[in-house]
């Protein structure tokens, strides 16, 4: 049995907050995913606004607080991260940038890393693609194929499901990422084919 250690970085402003709502069911299908394979998971929470001060400190005099510093650590040695920000005027929002922008050189290379996103409307789900992947794709990081995007109105009851649909495929994926196992293999329908020998069997007793 491996221990993954996974960090999770979720830059909502508000609490509660749909990014964290996001953050924490993308983490709980990526857990359930490792432990399938007999992973053991240790999860890290980053809050990001709870080291907003610290953060704008940190940007101004180059020193990170203890307490900033804690979790800066936590991300760069994680073995995987998970991130998810609300998205403003088409983009990741500024505190959650700052603190990417803190991170130590080279940080995130090579790491595996889940991207999603929050927003009010269906409209900044493009935000993934043209904003989050270039971006961490830049620090070196093993971005996942998969990400996950959510709108005002995935939250709702007829479109829960389908969310939760979208969540359950990325995490599988990103733990398929964090241990370098192959994609699972479809059934093949073809696989339990009564054998004709046998068919004819019963058509003769008939």
């Known amino acids: 049995m491996t221990t993954s250690h996974l960090a999770v970085i979720t830059a909502g402003l508000t609490q509660p907050s749909s990014t964290r709502l996001l953050a924490d069911r993308l983490t709980d299908a990526v857990v359930r995913s490792l432990r399938e394979t007999n992973d053991e998971v240790v999860v890290e929470v980053v809050e990001v606004r709870d080291v907003a001060h610290d953060l ?12 900033l510093q804690v979790r ?22 500024g505190l959650f940038k700052m603190l990417i922008d803190v991170l130590p050189t080279d940080a ?22 043209h904003a989050l992947r270039p971006l961490f794709a830049h620090l070196g990081a093993l971005v996942a194929p ?18 939760g649909e979208r969540i359950t495929r990325a995490g599988r994926s990103f733990a398929g990422l964090i241990t370098g196992t192959s ?7 073809f696989d339990e084919v009564t054998p004709f020998a046998t068919l004819l069997q019963g058509s003769s007793r008939a």
Request: proline letters at 6%.
């Open 56 to 67: 704008t400190n940190h940007v101004l005099t180059g020193f990170a607080s203890p307490e």
């Open 72 to 93: 800066l650590d936590a991300i760069a040695e994680a073995d995987a991260v998970i991130v998810v920000t609300p998205i403003y005027a088409a983009s990741f929002s």
């Open 108 to 129: 995130l290379r090579d790491t595996p890393v889940l991207l999603g996103a929050t927003g009010g409307t269906a409209r900044h789900s493009l935000a993934i693609e």
């Open 146 to 163: 998969v990400g996950v995007f959510a709108a005002s109105d995935d939250w709702g009851s007829a479109d829960a499901g389908l969310l």
């Open 183 to 189: 994609k699972t293999r479809l059934p093949d329908p």
